[in-house]
């Protein structure tokens, strides 16, 4: 049987541009969020994780890149890049190229806008990426809502298994801007102070931004060493609500009972769950119920949109690769912002730093529309 791996990787995110300084920054529970005042983002104050526009332009412009790119297509190639880099693959036929994002260049649509309106569609933004690499093939586009980055894995993993290519490099992104930010507000689920997933004080999502990137491969030549195996996944939509998760988790249940069947493990050999948690009433509730009801409720489990806010479809990919040095580091990291159980169900959310010998990790997203996401991931270097 074909072993797919997740290997070389990359976070460029408010709180580092590579992904070991992230990381630090979490094992320190060094947040990125804080208050954003600024009326040409949002009509009202915001908790936002926003990127260093001036250190992303340095990065950037050190590729030495011609002509004019968004924002977002800057932070998706300064990460991106650095994979390719390290992964020293040739961008032959066998490669393939998955840009996962929610909104991707929706910032182009803003009234001031310099680019043009054409530069929102997704296919669009998937052609700069290619272009710019010299990818062979054209660039896959995954767009589900907030389970898009950890679906991207999974479809990597579908694409190498039925030999369509040897490798995959993925990349998600998503950008805070005022038509997300108001969208967000129109639910009144946005909070202006840090959020706290799972707690009975949250108050709220905060919404942030990141670019992330990762190898998905065949080969054990050349592997980080923070490398991890895809032992299975699986996906369902609940068809609940267009925005409103399932009541009784039914969805995010199915999705990790299928995982589970394809890893061929019990559960009692997870040991570590990176879980949503947006600190909204519904979705953690929902979490919770689903767990339960799977028996996973004593698992080690956090959220970390502490550090990030929700970065939407960026997420999944951010927190699995968190998810890989949390594995090869056998440390698990808190889940910056809970206080005190705030959901029905018994869960066990890391409120601390804590060192624990680790060898598989389940990882969970949700979204709109209905839809659920989990995969689960073997630690290749038995450290």
Do not use: W
Not at 96 to 125: H, M, Q
């Amino acid at each position: 049987m074909t072993e797919v791996y997740l290997s070389h990787n990359n976070l460029t995110t408010s709180i580092g541009f590579d992904s070991k300084t992230v990381v630090n920054n979490i094992h320190n529970q060094v947040s990125g969020l804080q208050l954003i005042d600024d009326k040409n983002m949002f009509s009202q104050p915001f908790c936002s994780s926003l990127i260093d526009p001036k250190k992303l332009n340095e990065s950037f412009d050190s590729l030495g890149a011609e002509g004019n790119f968004t924002r977002l297509e800057k932070m998706m190639i300064t990460s991106l890049n650095n994979v390719i880099q390290a992964s020293k693959i040739p961008l032959t036929k066998k490669v393939g190229l998955i840009i996962s994002t929610t909104k991707g260049n929706i910032d182009v649509l803003d009234k001031n806008s310099k680019f043009p309106k054409e530069s929102a569609y997704l296919s669009v933004l998937g052609k700069v990426i290619k272009d710019f690499f010299k990818f062979e093939n054209d660039a896959i586009v995954v767009s589900n809502a907030c389970i898009s980055g950890i679906l991207a894995v999974a479809v990597a993993k579908r694409y190498i298994k039925q030999d369509v290519y040897d490798n995959v490099f993925i990349v998600s992104g998503d950008i805070v801007t005022e038509f997300i930010l108001s969208g967000f507000n129109s639910f009144q689920a946005l909070s202006s102070d840090p959020c706290k997933p799972y707690c009975k004080n949250r108050s709220g999502i905060n919404i942030g931004e990141v670019a992330a990137s990762v190898l998905v491969t065949t080969t054990k030549i050349n592997l980080a060493k923070e490398a991890v195996t895809i032992l299975g996944e699986g996906s369902c939509n609940d068809a609940n609500h267009i925005s409103g998760p399932s009541r009784t988790g039914e969805g995010l249940f199915r999705s990790i009972k299928s995982a589970v069947k394809e890893s061929n493990i019990s559960h009692e050999s997870i040991d570590y769950i990176s879980a949503h948690g947006t600190a909204t009433p519904f979705n953690d509730e929902m979490e919770a119920i689903a767990f339960k009801r799977l028996g996973l409720n004593d698992v080690p489990l956090n959220s970390l949109k502490g550090y990030f806010g929700h970065t939407l479809g960026a997420s999944g990919l951010l927190e699995t690769i968190v998810g890989m040095h949390s594995l090869y580091n056998n440390t698990l990291y808190a889940s910056l912002g809970f206080e005190e159980l705030g959901v029905s169900q018994p869960i066990n959310v890391i409120t601390k730093t804590t060192i624990k010998k680790m060898n598989i990790f389940l990882k969970t997203a949700s979204g709109f529309g209905g839809s659920n996401m989990a995969v689960i991931f073997k630690k290749v270097n038995n450290v």
